[in-house]
């Protein structure tokens, strides 16, 4: 391996939201992560509800302003015809 071009391999911290610690080798100084073996619903069989940058309250919003299930969509704009392509078609 050439010297001085890698980055420096440190022990690290990954803390997770539910308050778990992961001691482990790293790059970084340390990680925060949303989910991890400890919470994730695949391992602990329970349904968890994770609403990051409010992503559910903007798509409530969405539904909301339409006033039904569907959302709010404005039309496309019709294609304009050129008049040569109209005499030509009659032609």
């Known amino acids: 391996m050439k010297e001085k071009i890698h980055p420096s391999y440190k022990e690290t911290v990954i803390t997770c939201t539910c308050g778990a610690l992961?001691?482990?080798r790293?790059?970084?100084p340390?990680?925060?992560i949303e989910v991890c073996s400890n919470c994730h619903p695949f391992y602990t069989g329970q349904q968890k509800f994770l609403d990051v940058a409010g992503r559910v309250d903007k798509f409530r919003k969405t539904f909301k302003k339409a006033?039904?299930?569907?959302p709010v969509v404005k039309a496309a704009p019709k294609k304009?015809?050129?008049k040569k392509r109209i005499v030509a078609a009659k032609a």
Do not use: A
């Open 26 to 28: 790293s790059t970084k």
């Open 22 to 24: 992961i001691k482990t």
């Open 80 to 82: 304009r015809v050129s």
């Open 67 to 70: 006033g039904s299930t569907k």
């Open 30 to 32: 340390e990680q925060k």
